[in-house]
Every structure is written in C-alpha cells, then in structure tokens.
C-alpha cells in the first residue's frame, strides 16, 4: 500500500512539476516525464530519509526484497512468487521490471545471484555520476520533448502509405 501511495504521490509531482511553464522560445508544450517501478523500489530502500540511497541502503534493500519475493525460503523464486512480490512491490505485473528480465537462463526459476545481478544493473543504469547512490534526479527520465520542426526526419516515399 506504502508504494502505491509513493507511486501517486510522484506521479502527482512530477506532473506538477511538468506543467510549470515554457522551455525557451513560444513552446509551451508540458515537460512530460516517466519514472518506473524499480526507482519506486529503490525509493523505498532509502531508510535512512535524507532523500539519496546509499549503496548500503541498496545491498540492504536487495536483500530484503529478495527475502520479500522468496516467499517460501528455498532460495528460488518460482513464477508465481514472482508475481506476488510484483504486484505488492512494484505495483502490478504490467509494469517492469518483468520476470524473464531476472530469469536471464529462461529456466523459470530466479535464483539469488540472478535476482541480485539484475537489481544491480538496474542500479548501474540509474547511477548516472557512478558514486554508487541514487539520488532523486537519477530517477527522472524525460519523454516526448518537443523538437524543433526542422529536426524532425522528413518521411521517405517508402515510408508513406502507398509509397
């Protein structure tokens, strides 16, 4: 419940935020931006409250929601345990991260070190300044920026319909 009303509250947010005012020039088109499920979860990781998530804090945190998906203790996480802690951790199956991006070997079992080696590319992706934190900013992805007419690519005739 305590992400869903994370995942609200920054999507409220960065809605706010996306609204406020032109980016140069006549352009008042909204700055759109996305944040997904797994920075949610490393939101959560942060126990400390100071709004950055240390690499402590992420060893931690991807050790307990391994405990957390490993429903049953045998080491595994089995399809349906998968989905479980999906739907409680993420938010819901629809939205990544998926299972086969944790099941690299496609033998539908995720294993410790898969689970970890996964989180921990997430991690890597998000880190842009590489120290090893996550700050909020790292988060924040921007979508749908408006270009300017002549930098858009011209259709080809085989790109249009009957071309």
Do not use: H
């Not at 402590?56 to 991807?62: R, S």
């Amino acid at each position: 419940m305590r992400l869903k009303i994370l995942a609200l509250a920054a999507t409220a947010a960065l809605t706010a935020c996306a609204s406020g005012g032109p980016r140069g020039g006549d352009n008042r088109e909204p700055i759109r931006a996305l944040i997904s499920a797994d920075a949610l979860m490393f939101v959560g990781f942060d126990t400390d409250g100071d709004l950055r998530t240390s690499a402590a804090e992420i060893e931690a945190g991807i050790s307990r929601e391994f405990g957390r998906a490993d429903s049953n203790g045998d080491g595994a996480v089995a399809p349906i345990e998968f989905q479980n802690w999906s739907n409680t951790a993420l938010g819901g199956g629809q939205i990544g991260p998926y299972r086969l991006d944790f099941d690299r070997n496609v033998d539908n079992t995720i294993t410790r070190e898969e689970f970890e080696a996964e989180i921990r590319g997430r991690v890597s992706d998000y880190d842009r300044d590489e120290d090893g934190a996550l700050s909020r900013g790292e988060f924040v992805r921007l979508i749908g920026q408006a270009r300017a007419p002549s930098d858009r690519p011209r259709p080809t005739s085989a790109m249009r319909p009957g071309g």
